[in-house]
């Protein structure tokens, strides 16, 4: 197999590769060859799949865990100030509607997305995906907002938010435009096949 540098430059030799399968090109780009892996459909389209069936919800899965271990809010207690941790915060969710607050059920919501694009990419329905991104972008705008904790004593007003609050509203946020540029890829391989 001659090297990309005894090529002449505007060359293009298609080659076999080591398990002589598929042949691997050399193309000229700005007068260097590369090899066909960068040109190549079938590598991008594996690497897509690396990058939407388990890189990103990993990265979701792990950014929400570590939010759930954080400091999340303080809230000025009747006594003293009382610190909240994540875990804590998402068992409270529950309480949500009853304070005007539905930010707690993105968590099942991503939980679902994650799952759903997991177990059926490529075959995902862009609808589904566009209500899941609609509901946690609700859920993220409803989070901005939030300024109480419910518990036993009443309703608490929040004094200080910490990293977990922060790292929650980050997934989230990532989480949204994940499921927005699926939708976004969806789409357009139904308008590319027809």
């Known amino acids: 197999m001659p090297s990309p540098d005894k090529i002449p430059r505007f060359a293009r030799l298609d080659l076999p590769d080591a398990a002589g399968k598929r042949t691997v090109s050399y193309r000229p780009t ?17 690497m897509t799949r ?20 954080l400091h999340v809010a303080t809230v000025d207690d009747l006594n ?6 994540g875990y804590h915060i998402f068992l409270l969710g529950l309480l949500g509607p009853f304070t005007f607050q539905i930010s ?3 968590n099942p919501v ?3 997305a994650v799952i759903y694009v997991v177990w059926k990419w490529p075959d995902v329905k862009a ?6 991104a609609v509901f946690i972008a609700l859920c993220i705008i409803s989070a901005i907002f939030w300024n109480r904790i419910p518990d036993s004593s009443g309703e ?18 990532s989480a949204f435009a ?17």
């Open 127 to 132: 609808a589904r995906l566009m209500l899941a």
């Open 50 to 69: 690396i990058l939407v069936k388990f890189i990103i919800p990993l990265a979701l899965s792990v950014a929400w865990i570590m939010s759930l271990n």
């Open 104 to 106: 707690a059920y993105a």
């Open 80 to 85: 003293a100030d009382q610190s909240y941790k």
């Open 110 to 112: 991503l939980f679902l």
């Open 30 to 46: 700005c007068g260097r060859f590369y090899r066909g892996i960068f040109h190549d459909q079938s590598a991008g389209r594996a």
């Open 156 to 173: 608490n007003f929040i004094k200080q938010l910490g990293p977990g609050y922060y790292l929650w509203m980050a997934t989230m946020t």
């Open 178 to 194: 994940w499921l927005l540029s699926l939708w976004v890829m969806v789409r357009r391989r139904r308008l590319r096949n027809g």
